[in-house]
DNA sequence: TACGGATGTGTGAACGTGCACACAGTAGGA
DNA sequence: TCCTACTGTGTGCACGTTCACACATCCGTA
């Protein structure tokens, strides 16, 4: 379907009798006398005139816009809420400085392809990255643009010129479970996931870093997702590996939410036999019975940095190399 | 900061020996020689040459893009996974006919303005609108500006011109209320949410239907959002009001497992002293203890169909008037 | 030989905008 | 009176692309 023929600054320069040079000045600013403004508003208000955004943008290199690309969302927005934190605090940080947040969700390799012409094509000033995988292809797209971008959470292979904001997985993971070692817990175990991510790597680093020399690798169980499903199945390989194991550290709170579930299935009470934590303070840590111990990921925070990460950028603000990190305070409730 | 320089049909015409025409023929099709044509793809690999989307965008009135439009999502994303489900429904949909999927987000009047004129400045070919409100402005904007579009639910204020798919929410509320009621349950209340939109109306409605005259208004409780907070108060208010009640219809998920919550709280068993069904079957009702009894809402296929319609109003076919409603199987689990 | 079709290439115009520039009028000060 | 500064307006050009058109070449056939 042709879009029908749309108002342009000719015919609002027509309908008012001026020049477009005159509609344009009072679009953007500049001398324009009482009548001419008068009549030029009630034009546009009539005939419901918009500014062409391609034209606008192909002629000052700008859109306004800020690409929010979700990398294999997926799971994320199935099972975890933070993206959508994340999200609405990039938006609002994006629509306070008036730009406007677009989201892009890459699933498929169809949809990379895509989405790095849609990045390349310049109908974004910027981009913020969430959850990236090492030697994703957009990462490459984006570098070798000069894209103004920044990302949330940093993958192994990032290039330095590139900011970045996130948690520190690794000390918090440690903290976490020191805590679980303070608590008197002897066997502790760590349901890992997403091992692919920067994420997932750092807290499994965490862990074996707080456990020291105690630390056993067959205490590891190996998830791909951080999502419930896999809270189930990776509890139930770990106490079948150890059926003394006294305490868990789960990589998401979904997955903690999943493993308390297996072992009510195995008839362990918690806390009482086996202190479980977890890690993101999402809605899950609450909603779970008994209520999750876990570390509070400040994610609309995340967002709203990143957002702001992009915008300084743009308004041509030099940028400290490397990464912002945010604290992530633990919040102890009942399950260890 | 201003973008460096890049790359354009000039340049790589100059550089493969060639005009702009036979470039541009190499990238939209047409008759070019092989020797020409192996000179500008190299020209284009060694430059990373990408057409510029806003000077395509602006000579063909086409951009290959359709927006998702989430109205106040805040809840949503934070509780309500349906929204993630609908979202790659659509982007899988428009994916296929490579289209990219932008989805914004509108939390306040300041983004409702914005998104109006990024809707209205030919940045999309189309608009996929989820979860509108009553009267929301967008909805003016949209059918005044006669971009294709499709929604989600049906606002009832929404004009006939404007195809939406949508459950049927009536007749799903009607028969899960009807299975509590078969199920043996004298005193059936219900959770009733977002009165201001068309799904909360129409499972109140649905509601009604079925229990007749033994309709009580007074085993209502009105909250605001679809999210488990607003369960918990409102299944408190509920016993408060009828210590009898044994049966409750939860208009989401979410609301019913804060009511879980809140009986657990009350020392009242489930699916023992009191039936608790809800609505969506999201992660939610899996992860509940008992699993909830639900309606099945297929999100994803709602985001494929929406984008569907619009794609076929882009391809200039007729969409007929009204709505699409997908079937709503109930789940029957443990929970009632 | 002359013609028509298929193949291949270059050129000009247009999409709608913003900005630089030119120009006109007015007012104030030297 | 002339120069300058300020206000107000119109015109031409450029942004990077696609498309219609003109033109050129080659081949098979009437």
Redesign the pocket.
């Known amino acids: 379907m042709r879009p029908q023929?749309?108002?342009?600054?000719?015919?609002?320069?027509a309908a008012a009798?001026?020049?477009?040079?005159?509609?344009?000045?009072v679009?953007?600013?500049?001398?324009?006398?009482?009548?001419?403004?008068a009549a030029i508003e009630a034009a546009i208000l009539e005939v419901g005139?918009?500014?062409?955004?391609?034209?606008?943008t192909?002629?000052?290199?700008r859109s306004q816009a800020v690409a929010f690309v979700a990398l294999e969302p997926h799971s994320l927005f199935l099972d975890d809420p933070n993206i959508g934190s994340i999200m609405l605090g990039a938006n609002a940080a994006l629509s306070l400085a008036d730009h406007q947040m677009v989201s892009l969700v890459v699933e498929s390799a169809r949809d990379t392809e895509r989405v790095a012409r849609y990045l390349s094509g310049?109908f974004v000033d910027g981009a913020i990255v969430v959850s990236a995988r090492t030697r994703d292809p957009i990462i490459k797209v984006i570098s070798g643009l000069g894209l103004p971008a920044a990302f949330v959470g940093h993958p192994p292979d990032l290039s330095d010129s590139i900011p970045f904001v996130g948690i520190d997985n690794i000390s918090s993971a440690s903290a976490i479970t020191s805590r679980l070692v303070e608590a008197g817990r002897r066997r502790i175990g760590m349901i890992a996931a997403a091992l692919d991510r920067d994420s997932g790597i750092d807290r499994l680093t965490g862990f074996k870093t707080a456990l020291g020399t105690s630390f056993d690798a067959a205490l590891v169980a190996d998830v791909p997702h951080y999502d419930y499903g896999s809270g189930v199945k990776g509890m139930r390989l770990l106490l079948e590996r150890d059926p003394a194991i006294d305490g868990v550290f789960a990589a998401s709170d979904a997955i903690a939410a999943g493993a308390l579930e297996a072992l009510r299935e195995a008839g362990r009470s918690v806390p009482g036999d086996v202190g479980v934590v977890g890690f993101d303070d999402s809605t899950w840590a609450v909603r779970c019975q008994p209520q999750l111990s876990t570390v509070h990921q400040p994610a609309k925070e995340l967002g709203t940095v990143a957002a702001q990460l992009v915008l300084r950028q743009l308004r041509g603000e030099q940028v400290e190399q490397g990464g912002q990190l945010l604290p992530t305070p633990i919040v102890w409730r009942d399950s260890a």
Chains 1, 2 share one sequence.
Do not use: F, W
């Open positions: 023929k749309r108002a342009t600054v000719h015919d609002i320069a009798g001026v020049s477009r040079g005159t509609v344009s000045r679009l953007n600013g500049g001398y324009v006398s009482a009548e001419a403004r005139y918009v500014p062409n955004n391609a034209a606008r192909l002629k000052m290199r310049g």
